[in-house]
């Protein structure tokens, strides 16, 4: 009998066996150090005195868990969103949306600054959390560092134009992350995974141009001049 364990999956290159593999391997290291943060700083909280735990030492502790599993948790359910984007398990319910209301603010991106040239009456028709999502993995991207970031909105034909600037993105930025790919203490280290995925089935484009990363979304008709 054969050893199913040697049979390659059908229709997969080894490379993208490899590349799966590099891409798990990043996940589950990404998990581990902030749960592992969570477990220490639980155990060390449990061991402290009631005295402790009310005091300046017990205050540290449970606000490192806390942010420990503030990133846990957006590490799990953006590789949970990814696997569900891949297998098409996502159902789309696109509504008009303002193309301002997309981009988050400068806190919520850990940027010094966001700096956004609006489009006026630029609409955008899309799912509405699928399409932030999307917004906000490009714009977590190139806030690295806490740099300032910009976002120039405008209309292409038929669609809604995010350009954005910041932290300049590198060859193979869109690529999955793997083995030896920089975490991120955000828990943003799978955010532009999601938006690659999210995009396409939103109809849209995602791409680095020039340093910076361009985004488009479906976008209403103009509206037609009141004669």
């Known amino acids: 009998m054969d050893d199913l364990r040697e049979r390659p999956a059908s229709g997969e290159r080894q490379e993208e066996r490899e590349e799966r593999a590099s891409h798990l391997a990043f996940v589950a290291h990404e998990i581990r150090n902030p749960l592992s943060t969570a477990l220490w700083s639980a155990e060390l909280l449990a061991r402290l005195s009631a005295e402790e735990r009310g005091g300046p030492r017990g205050e540290k502790l449970a606000r490192m ?39 988050p603010s400068a806190a919520s991106i850990d940027s010094s600054s ?74 943003a280290a799978l955010s532009l995974a999601v938006a690659r995925r999210a995009v396409v089935l939103l109809g849209g484009a995602l791409r680095v141009e020039d340093g910076g990363w361009i985004v488009e979304l479906p976008a209403a008709e103009p509206a037609l001049p009141r004669r």
Do not use: K, M
């Open 114 to 187: 966001l700096e956004v040239t609006p489009a006026p009456g630029l609409t955008v028709v899309a799912d509405p959390n699928l399409s932030r999502r999307v917004v906000e993995g490009v714009l977590l991207a190139a806030a690295r560092g806490g740099v300032p970031v910009r976002v120039e909105i405008s209309r292409a034909g038929p669609l809604a134009r995010f350009r954005v600037t910041g932290a300049p993105a590198g060859p193979g930025a869109l690529d999955d992350p793997g083995r030896g790919h920089p975490g991120d203490a955000r828990g």
């Open 65 to 103: 868990s806390l942010r420990a599993l503030g990133r846990l948790r957006r590490i799990v359910e953006d590789h949970l969103l990814a696997a569900r984007l891949d297998a098409g398990g996502i159902p789309i319910e696109a509504e008009a949306i303002p193309a301002l209301d997309l981009v």
